[in-house]
């Protein structure tokens, strides 16, 4: 029995290990040309995952053989883990540093998405003004500048936001900046196809100035039914729901990986004529790290992740229908690594805030 386990747990070392290495490298495949590799890059989460616990348990059975099939597959996927799950220390200002904050956060129009109301505020603004950041960029957000009140967001709210955040900019795509600093648009000539939204500020940090781009790009468009269906799917319900999956959501999510594709594409030539050192794009890429359109945005516009090189673990930015995944980004140029980069567990909207911190 106990060799029988050995020899079950090298047949799933290598499968999980090739898994997780096409995961790693899938996002440098043109999803125009071939869709499958993107796709797969979706679950790198869960293959490192369950290399990891392969990996425990060859560990402690003595499988030596499946170990070194484990070690080989941690090497190999190595630059793809580091994007989904870097283990980065948090760093110390300096004393008399300038400290820059920078939030993204798709609001759901203020909504909260569980349908529970709070009256006399709006937690998603309550999260904005608690998280102390310098800049933030929102997604769907309609103009913060007069109450909502069936939203929840008062008078109190309205006059809070405006005094931390004097300089505001919404426009009718539902891309907003909120900042401490003075803030002018930046004239972008060109415009997304479909339903992405892209929209860029130029903003004066003491002189400084910071180009701040932030992004919208193509959902997967999933309906009532579609959801449906991953539910049922992550519930362990194989046996009915392959065909819907096969022939509904695997359609939808390999066409909004072209879109952004074609999206990415656009954003490249306006961020690489982009003559300021210091660069920020962010938003809701509706797509994971490691996947093409952020390779090729960090490749072609010399970008980096701010979580690859600030945050810590694996972690989701949506949490709706259990679509658990890291979809929210910020890239950056021109400055050292953040200090810290972090997912907000706040807010009312289905997506959770990201924030990161630079030392100017």
Known sequence: MKKLFKILLLVAAV?????????SFGGKVDPR???????????LTFWGVALAVI???????????????CVLAWV?????????????AQLDASADAD???????????????????????????AAILASGASVAALQECPSLDKAIPSLGYVDAQVDSLKAVYPYRRFNSDGMAILSRYPVSPIKIKEK???????????????GDQVDVYSVHLQSFGFDSNDKQVYRQLTDGDLKHNMSEVRHELLPK????????????????????ADTCRRVILCGDFNDVPG???????????????????????????????????HIDQILYRGMDRPLWTRRLRTGGSDHFPLQTAFQL
């Open 192 to 206: 997304p196809t479909g339903t992405a939204q892209f929209a860029g500020w130029k903003i004066n940090v003491d």
């Open 55 to 69: 990996t425990l348990l060859a560990a402690v059975t003595r499988s030596w053989s499946t170990l070194v099939v």
């Open 99 to 125: 400290i820059f904050s920078l939030l993204t956060y798709n609001v759901y129009s203020l909504r909260v998405y569980d349908d529970e109301t709070v009256e006399g505020y709006n937690p998603t603004v």
């Open 33 to 43: 040309v071939w869709s499958w590799p993107g796709v797969l890059t979706l679950t």
């Open 15 to 23: 499968g999980v290990g090739i898994c997780l290495v096409g995961a």
């Open 291 to 325: 996947s093409y359109v952020v390779n090729q945005l960090q490749k072609q516009c010399s970008l980096k992740g701010a979580w690859a090189q600030g945050g810590f673990g694996p972690t989701w930015t949506y949490r709706s229908n259990r679509f658990y995944f």
């Open 76 to 88: 190999c996927s190595y630059s793809g883990v580091k994007a989904v799950s870097p283990f980065n």
């Open 253 to 272: 999510v390999t066409h909004a990986m072209r879109c952004h594709a074609d999206e990415g594409e656009m954003i490249q030539r306006i961020i690489s």
